[in-house]
């Protein structure tokens, strides 16, 4: 029988560590730490080749996208972030729970991502679009733990009232297709940084030079998420609640958000044009 036998250690972080994952090609480990770090490691050399700071929390979890060109924090301080692993920058920026988030999960298509937070709810954030989509209760305490299916068409999550629930989805199915034609004609002028935009998309850089990247969301990134999101409270419904039933829910306020976006445009052509 093979046996289990320890390889080395990594050291920097100088507090507990909180989460610790692999690359889906192996290569890299993401760890995150009391000590409000994120670090990214290289299996090759075991050296810290990436290292994300932060001055308000720290992260409870954090995991790579599928692709593994990006990770996502859930944070101590109600916030959920996006970083690109390459360019060693912050994507996106999630304001959307009023507590601590302790979990997330990436869509196997890497254009979604659930998250479960203190607050007793899960949402599910559109990563191709920037917003919240959908706001899901069902637990009656804090949220600890959320994961997708393999192939994405579950997912279950688990919390403090000590019941697992399973939920059914396919939001995927039905708007990936749209949701990418969309993306290749942006909707307004002053998009922040987005998943779509970040070229080339070349290997991960491995630099002897571990590169600090220090941020302030509110002067790098703009939270982008509708103001009233849907609201699934599965209290009513059974656990397998199918997600798709909001679908009406959301064409009319999409379809709101789209003029309003629209008629921005507009209204910035006539200033350049009097200009």
């Excluded at 995150?32 to 770090?37: M, Q, V």
């Excluded at 706001?135 to 919390?159: D, M, N």
């Excluded at 970040?198 to 998420?225: A, F, G, M, S, W």
Aim: hydrophobic share 35%; proline share 4%.
């Amino acid at each position: 029988m093979y046996r289990q036998r320890f390889l080395y250690s990594l050291y920097r972080h100088t507090h507990w560590v909180r989460c610790a994952k692999f690359s889906p090609d192996g290569r890299l480990i993401v760890s995150c730490s009391e000590d409000k770090t994120i670090k990214i490691w290289d299996t090759t050399n075991k050296q810290c080749v990436n290292n994300f700071s932060d001055s308000v929390g720290f992260a409870n979890f954090v995991d790579f996208n599928p692709s593994g060109t990006c990770i996502a924090s859930a944070g101590s301080d109600q916030t959920v972030k996006v970083w690109d692993v390459r360019v060693n920058k912050l994507l996106q920026h999630y304001q959307v729970h009023s507590g601590g988030v302790n979990c997330i999960s990436f869509h196997p298509s890497g254009n979604y991502l659930v998250t479960a937070s203190s607050d007793g709810t899960l949402k599910i954030l559109d990563l191709l679009e920037g917003r919240l989509i959908y706001t899901l209760q069902g637990h009656t305490g804090p949220v600890f733990t959320v994961s997708f299916s393999k192939g994405g068409e579950l997912f279950a999550s688990g919390g403090a009232d000590t019941q697992v629930l399973l939920w059914r989805t396919n939001f995927d199915e039905l708007h990936c297709k749209g949701l990418n034609k969309r993306n290749l004609k942006r909707l307004h002028f002053d998009s922040p940084p987005h998943l779509l935009d970040i070229y080339p998309r070349t290997p991960h850089p491995h630099e002897e030079k571990v590169e600090t990247v220090e941020i302030n969301p509110k002067l790098e990134v703009i939270d982008l998420q509708i103001s009233t999101p849907p609201v699934v409270d599965i209290l009513s419904f059974d656990s397998t609640t199918t997600v798709s039933i909001l679908e009406q829910r959301l064409t009319l306020t999409e379809d709101k958000l789209k003029d309003c976006l629209e008629n921005q445009q507009k209204l910035f052509s006539a200033v350049q044009q009097k200009s």
